[in-house]
């Protein structure tokens, strides 16, 4: 799982704290990365849009000839490459990753789409996604203005009047005046920043404005944030799509290991024992006339031998969907599920009405595969068990006192269980530090 990049943002720091961190803002990298982003922004901005407006109007002009829609299917082809120049900027600079977004010819219906040039050009020209880049040219140029001439005006004035001591000895000696001018006229009249007071509230003026300096790049940046992923990115629908696509291999690739699972069982388990209780029975039926006391025990041990294979049998049913949570819900279920576990588990269980029966199957299966991970790597003296229902939303909360260190990015079972909730839109959080204790929190839909 990618871990999100959180930018440090002015003001939420601890009110301990507050002084310090807004005395270093202006001095960390992040304030001078989206410096250079809103400077560069503008040459890009500009080449994007001359770009945009000259390929469009080239291919409008020439739609009453053949060359009309090519012209117009490379000007798109051209914004989605700058996009993803953009792209590249924006995860370089403003450390803000935005996803590609769906491909001018993908799947359609389950069968690759058509190739050729005229079925490129076509999906260009139909795409949503390459007049969106479109749009981010147009509207960008007229920003990206506004923004550099914000950033540099703050940059230069802020350093120029904080460090003013320290350079203004070079009016005096060069320019022969006293000091900064502030303004002239035409009769003689100017004033400058000469004397030590003047000087003295130049230097605080700069200090503030390189103080607010941070809060300003974060503001005019939240807008450049805003504007590549949503005109530069995949749009809602086609990344709700990637997900459900996701989502329906995870629920297929789970349905399968858990076909191969009770095929196995049985295999190995109760179809093994019921094939060497029918060998015991005919050997029985052999020796019933020759010695029936021998023929007796070993009818005595096959019907033990069936007493394993229904228990086995009635374990594996178990396993796939347990009867009591039909029959009597999720909280009768989770009940006698921890009364199998080799730890001891409390139970609670505050549910107004049964959830939808998928949903309570999930809960069900999420609790038991915990469980089996306290009994067998946890250590754990104890564990608890809350259920309960928030608005939609159906919350599982399993802790224990063990030793911690779980994590559902290292390939075990937890990750499998992370992927099969994330299917139903579920979300599971694991709070494992080392030395415990384990907090698994699962969140599903009521519905």
């Not at 003296?381 to 939303?393: C, L």
Request: charged letters at 20%; a negative charge.
């Amino acid at each position: 799982m990618a871990t999100a990049y959180r930018p440090y943002e002015p003001g939420t720091e601890p009110r301990g704290h507050l002084v310090p961190a807004a005395l270093k803002a202006p001095f960390q990298a992040r304030v001078w990365r989206e410096f250079l982003y809103l400077v560069i922004s503008l040459p890009m901005a500009i080449l994007t849009f001359v770009y945009t407006i000259t390929m469009i109007a080239l291919g409008a002009g020439l739609l009453i000839t053949f060359l009309g829609v090519p012209v117009l299917g490379a000007a798109l082809a051209g914004c989605r490459a700058l996009g993803v120049v953009e792209r590249a900027r924006a995860r370089a600079l403003l450390r803000l990753d935005v996803a590609e977004p769906e491909p001018v010819l993908g799947r359609k219906g389950g069968r690759e789409g058509r190739r050729g040039p005229v079925a490129w050009v076509g999906a260009l020209l139909r795409s949503g996604t390459s007049w969106r880049h479109v749009i981010y040219a147009l509207i960008h140029l007229p920003w990206a203005l506004f923004s550099f001439a914000f950033a540099i005006a703050f940059t230069c004035y802020g350093w120029g009047f904080a460090t003013y001591p320290l350079w203004r000895w070079v009016f005096p000696r060069y320019v022969d005046e006293p000091g900064l001018q502030v303004f002239g006229d035409d009769h003689g009249r100017a004033f400058y920043l000469d004397t030590p007071f003047e000087i003295t509230a130049t230097c605080v003026v700069g200090v503030l404005v390189l103080l607010l300096t941070p809060w300003v790049m974060r503001a005019l940046t939240s807008v450049d944030r805003i504007m590549v992923a949503g005109l530069l990115g995949p749009s809602r629908l086609a990344s709700r799509v990637w997900e459900l696509e996701s989502d329906r291999g995870t629920v297929v690739d789970t349905a399968a290991a858990d076909l191969r699972r009770i095929e196995r069982d049985l295999h190995d388990g109760a179809q093994a024992r019921l094939v060497a209780l029918a060998m015991d029975l005919g050997l029985a039926k052999e020796k019933l006339e020759e010695d029936p006391e021998a023929a007796a025990k070993m009818v005595d041990e096959a019907h033990g031998e069936v007493k394993l294979a229904l228990q086995e049998l009635r374990d594996l049913a178990r396993g796939i969907h347990p009867a009591i949570l039909t029959d009597r819900g999720l909280g009768p279920a989770l009940s006698a599920l921890s009364a199998r576990c080799t730890v001891p588990v409390t139970v609670t269980v505050e549910l107004p009405e049964r959830p939808a029966p998928a949903i309570e199957g999930i809960a069900y299966f999420t609790v038991s595969e915990l469980l089996q991970n306290i009994s067998k790597h946890s250590g754990a003296r104890t564990a608890e068990v809350d259920v309960w229902r928030t608005e939609d939303r159906v919350m599982l909360q399993i802790t224990d006192d063990g030793r911690g260190g779980a994590d559902t990015s290292a390939g075990s079972g937890l990750a499998g269980l992370s992927e099969r909730i994330d299917a139903v839109d579920g979300i599971l959080v694991v709070n494992s530090p080392a030395g415990g204790p384990t907090t698994v929190t699962a969140e599903l839909p009521w519905r």
